[in-house]
């Protein structure tokens, strides 16, 4: 009886991962799969017309950029400092200060600054058509376009979780290991799409 009293508390202590999250992993991987599609369709267009790149990339506002990249690099720490509040049990602020901040407040923030990267990119779009670069003018354009697109609606879809996640925190009475799970598994698709558009970054406005 002690045996098998022993074998069932091990049971119990035994940790197994979350479904959700490994499976939110391999999403991502899937993930990776397609934005390697895009960067080989630039890469291959780039290689057939390097006069069309060089002309066409001395367009992009370089600085615009970067500031808008840092904003998005900004990003990732508010939300891992609200993955840090949520694995605390904590969904709101317990003082003023930002060290007491909750899940809450820092998704809160982390979404502002997602929506200020994604209008920022929005308003570069409009002052590259403005020059006369749109999506149709050259095989550069496309593929700018394609592949900035897309990660931008990424950008999109993770704003979008992030208000239901503040959703949930508000609707649930007791804050807990599912709320918790669920603001996790937003900051994995949240870091991984600040990590690709690093890359994109350094690809499309610094590789030559």
């Given amino acids: 009886m002690t045996t098998q009293a022993t074998y069932n508390q091990a049971l119990r202590t035994v940790k197994r991962p979350d479904p959700v999250a490994v499976g939110t ?46 904003i998005l690099i900004a990003s990732s720490f508010t939300c891992q400092a609200g993955v840090f509040a949520a694995e605390k049990f904590q969904p709101y602020r317990v003082g003023k200060s930002p060290r007491q ?14 929506a200020i990267f994604v209008s920022g990119q929005v308003w570069e779009y ?6 006369g670069m749109s999506i149709s003018s050259s095989s550069y354009a496309s593929a700018f376009y394609l592949t900035t697109g897309f990660h931008a609606l990424h950008v999109t879809g993770g ?5 239901l996640t503040i959703g949930r ?3 649930v009475k007791n804050f807990g290991r599912k709320e918790m799970t669920t603001s996790i598994v937003v900051s994995y698709y ?8 690093v890359a994109l970054f350094i690809v499309i406005y610094f590789l030559k």
């Fill in 25 to 70: 992993i391999v999403w991502l991987g899937s993930e990776v799969m397609f934005f390697a599609g895009l960067f080989a369709i630039y890469f291959t267009l780039r290689s057939t017309s390097p006069e069309l790149w060089a002309q066409e990339s001395s367009l992009l506002n370089v600085p615009f950029a970067l500031v808008n990249t840092i």
């Fill in 101 to 114: 901040w909750g899940m809450v407040e820092w998704f809160f923030l982390t979404f502002a600054l997602g």
């Fill in 126 to 131: 409009s002052q590259l058509v403005a020059e």
């Fill in 159 to 163: 704003l979008i979780a992030f208000l």
């Fill in 169 to 171: 925190a508000y609707a």
């Fill in 190 to 197: 949240w870091h991984f799409v600040d990590v690709v558009w």
